[in-house]
């Protein structure tokens, strides 16, 4: 009918149970599943589930709380933590991080609440940094953060982007409403 109910998937699927899902990707035989404690994949024809999480380890992800999952028009996968962007390579079964440490364009805020890809270029919505956006073939990044100016974004802290076909970019940020910009 019309109810959602609790139904178990696969038993490796337990190990995200009590956990808080903060979002979800469908990758082909994978889903993606963003966590408080980590990123899980799993496998769907494998029945395999394997967890990714912070550690000292170079190229580990960023921060175990996982905010958003996107993937670009390349395929890659990209993952939003309280740590900044984690670009999944496949290859290497690990991540490459882009933050506020990262020698080239440093991110202002490394606390990314959402994401979203459009016409090779990355949006990273932060907690209190605005929006970068990333243009990885021309290497510029612009900022966009709350000023006087009154074309500026209306607050800093952004927690949901979308964007429309025609390139219309719609920004719901805390305390300052919707905002919109054509690109």
Not at 109 to 126: A, E, I, K, R
């Amino acid at each position: 009918g019309n109810r959602l109910i609790p139904r178990e998937i696969a038993p490796a699927v337990r190990a995200v149970n009590g956990l808080f899902v903060t979002d979800m990707f469908r990758k082909g035989q994978q889903v993606w599943i963003g966590t408080n404690e980590g990123l899980y994949c799993y496998n769907q024809y494998t029945k395999q589930m394997r967890r990714y999480e912070h550690s000292v380890l170079l190229h580990s992800l960023s921060h175990d709380f996982v905010t958003c999952i996107r993937q670009d028009e390349y395929g890659q996968m990209l993952v939003g933590t309280l740590g900044g962007v984690n670009i999944y390579r496949a290859n290497s079964d690990d991540f490459e991080v882009w933050n506020s440490s990262s020698i080239f364009a440093p991110l202002c805020s490394d606390f990314v609440n959402c994401l979203f890809v459009f016409h090779h270029q990355l949006w990273v919505g932060t907690e209190n940094g605005g929006i970068i956006k990333l243009s990885p073939k021309q290497l510029l990044v612009d900022n966009y953060v709350h000023s006087s100016n009154t074309g500026s974004i209306s607050a800093n802290l952004v927690n949901s982007m979308d964007v429309e076909k025609n390139g219309r970019v719609w920004v719901g940020t805390v305390e300052g409403g919707l905002n919109r910009k054509d690109v």
